[in-house]
């Protein structure tokens, strides 16, 4: 039984050595090492090209090694290979950590104070009580639910927005295209964290940016893809948002002269709000491919026909 990796060198070396220690029936391959392309049954990659794919016969399961899954052409994957995004703590962790950040930095008013800073204006703004900030998440998957569970010791009211209904302690769900409306209206805070798929693509528009309350403020830690760009710009320049925290872009790296880096109630930083723990994302590599082994499902398998 063998995995192949195809990731960076680091990552690699450090796989490498917790699968000889806790998984050593299992070989972890390089593609350099000239093994049987037959052999190979799993890939742990981040964007396989076609051609790797096509040369593994006997490929069973594409294992994605971050938290997305949108970077694959599913539809050129071969019907029988099954699609899993990675599932560790790093990910939630460092999540959390960017969430609450910016969800902190937009309630008290740092985007503000940034713009009255460059100008030299000394002009406090009345603090609004935490339990009046209203924060809503859009996406309740797995990332979604670890910002939600977070954010209580603040006081903030919760709610929650996804494709089928949830029940999540101390936060209002909603679900569905029907409740979107009256999902937004509620949002002073707006995360983004749904998967990119042809449904949600360009779902952050004027539509429905415009229908949260005046001088809410929006931060985007799901894809580039979500957000029509222009329509942001526009409703920062409307003054209808307040400001905004844009961890991804489309594309990414954002072009140099790109309006977004310099409008001065725009954050960007460049897809760091979770990032991929090596020693976790290999150990849970492994407790996966016991499940498999098991004939268990597997924590993060994707239902190819919805793209999450």
Known sequence: MTLLYTSDPTRGRIWREIFGEEASDIAFVDPADGHDPAAIRYLAAWAPSADLIASLPNLEILFSIGAGIDQFDLSALPPHVRVVRMIEPGIAAGMVEYATMATLALHRNLIDYRVAQQ???????????????????????????????????????????????????????????????????????????LPLTEETRGILCRKTLSRLPRGAGLINVGRGGHLVEHDLLSLLDEEHLSGAFLDVTDPEPLPADHPFWTHPRIVITPHIASMTRADSAARALIANIRRHQAGAPLDGEVARNRGY
Not at 125 to 146: C, F, S, Y
Not at 148 to 173: D, M, Y
């Open 119 to 193: 100008e030299a204006r000394w002009s406090p703004i009345k603090l609004t009580p935490a339990g009046e900030r209203r924060i809503g998440v859009m996406g309740l998957g797995n990332l979604g639910q670890a910002v939600l569970q977070a954010l209580p010791p603040f006081g903030f009211a919760l709610s929650g927005w996804s494709r089928t209904l949830r029940a999540i302690e101390g936060v209002t769900c909603h679900a569905g295209e029907a409740a979107l409306p009256d999902f937004l209206a509620a949002c002073d805070i707006l995360i983004c964290l």
